[in-house]
T-cell receptor
Framework: EPEVTQTPSHQVTQMGQEVILRCVPISNHLYFYWYRQILGQKVEFLVSFYNNEISEKSEIFDDQFSVERPDGSNFTLKIRSTKLEDSAMYFC???????????FGPGTRLTVT | KNEVEQSPQNLTAQEGEFITINCSYSVGISALHWLQQHPGGGIVSLFMLSSGKKKHGRLIATINIQEKHSSLHITASHPRDSAVYICAVRRAGTDKLIFGTGTRLQVFP
């Protein structure tokens, strides 16, 4: 069964460094998402992406964040200058069309020291 | 106040028991999702519904749009059902999911 994959599974970085989290959505899916979950807290929406552009973003998704679908298969989340409070699990998700279920990746645990 | 509230926060059960987890929301929605999160962190979609009832194996999800309430039922619970169950709603007119805080379920043999 097709699945969403994410790499790396765990990333440790120093404050101020740039990180890129990578996702490979399911191949015939058209809608892509990033979420984050700070340890012990609920999952939060970051951004949705459709037709090669951001369709919605949350207040969390400020100028330090960007997303890209560089090659038609990967979907990346970049954090330009990481802060301690960016430490969280980041989930990618995709869905085939607007009213379909989302499929989540296994997550990337980001630790900022 | 949270836009999506779940109850209970924690639930323990003996194997074989019937489980109910509740979700109430305060915004207009176009769909409601039930998700399962295992201790390793991965999230699996169980149901997406916008009306009525859906069943998959031992899991049943219902939604009452007028009352802004949904329930997830697990029949004949099993230790492998132990996980965090999360309710999330898609706000009407958007594609943004708003998540509840989750219900941690532990089923003992």
């Amino acid at each position: 069964e097709p699945e969403v994959t994410q790499t790396p599974s765990h990333q440790v970085t120093q404050m101020g460094q740039e990180v890129i989290l990578r996702c490979v959505p399911i191949s015939n899916h058209l809608y892509f998402y990033w979420y984050r979950q700070i340890l012990g807290q609920k999952v939060e929406f970051l951004v949705s992406f459709y037709n090669n552009e951001i369709s919605e973003k949350s207040e969390i998704f400020d100028d330090q964040f960007s997303v890209e679908r560089p090659d038609g298969s990967n979907f990346t989340l970049k954090i330009r200058s990481t802060k301690l409070e960016d430490s969280a699990m980041y989930f990618c998700a995709s869905k085939r069309d607007r009213d379909y279920e989302q499929y989540f990746g296994p997550g990337t645990r980001l630790t900022v020291t | 106040k949270n836009e999506v509230e779940q109850s209970p926060q924690n639930l323990t059960a003996q194997e074989g028991e019937f489980i109910t987890i509740n979700c109430s929301y305060s915004v207009g929605i176009s769909a409601l999702h039930w998700l399962q999160q295992h201790p390793g962190g991965g999230i699996v979609s169980l149901f997406m519904l916008s009306s009525g009832k859906k069943k998959h194996g031992r899991l049943i999800a219902t939604i009452n749009i007028q009352e802004k309430h949904s329930s997830l039922h697990i029949t004949a619970s099993h230790p492998r059902d132990s996980a965090v169950y999360i309710c999330a709603v898609r706000r009407a007119g958007t594609d943004k999911l708003i998540f509840g805080t989750g219900t941690r379920l532990q089923v003992f043999p």
